[in-house]
């Protein structure tokens, strides 16, 4: 029966996640890395919430199967993009070069947290927004305290995982991508 109502109760709270990103993205400079985001974030959001409907631990796979994969389809015509974190989850979500710092100036930032263009490297810009906790649903899977089961089984798939322990509005990580200047 809790698993019924799930979808129903986390809707809004998923809806508010991709607004308040959006909201977030800023001024016309950056809206062209902004742009390039959001079909990713969109895809991702939806993996997740399919996965939800049929429990946490469904759409811990979803996000395992599902992340990797749509920023690669994502990723084409020399546009790359991903999301990272200083405390990961998957290894493989670790940091390019480029964004550890900003990543770094988020962490340090006294102040308000705002999405940046900078250059990616040799002919490349980039952009980084940051990601912050929701209560949901996040907190289920990144929070203090996990479901046995979902703690479980987050613990099979990813026996490094440092992305647990965060509190509603801590900075999770980051989205970013970069292209080829001129594009
Ligand atoms: C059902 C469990 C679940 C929920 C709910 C969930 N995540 Fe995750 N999250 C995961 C898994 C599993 C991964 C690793 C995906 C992979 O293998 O790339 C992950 C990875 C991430 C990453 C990539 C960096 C890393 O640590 O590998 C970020 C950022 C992230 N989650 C943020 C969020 C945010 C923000 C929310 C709420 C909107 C959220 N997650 C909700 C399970 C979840």
Redesign the pocket.
Known sequence: MKKMLLPVVLLPA?MS?LLSADARAGSSERAYGAELLQPFKQQL?GA?KT??QQG?EQ??DA??MA??KIASERSVDGVEMG???H????P??AAPGWVRPVLDGYLASGSEIRAVQISAGEGRQGYVEP????AA??L???GETLAPA?AEK?RA??PDDQ?TGFVEGDL???FWVSWPTGQ
């Open positions: 998923l996640v959001m997740l996965g939800l946490p759409a811990i996000c395992k992340a990797p999301r990272a974190s405390r990961l989850r998957n493989a979500n990601i912050f906790m929701q649903p996040c289920m899977c990144h979902v987050i798939l990813y992305a999770r990580g980051v």
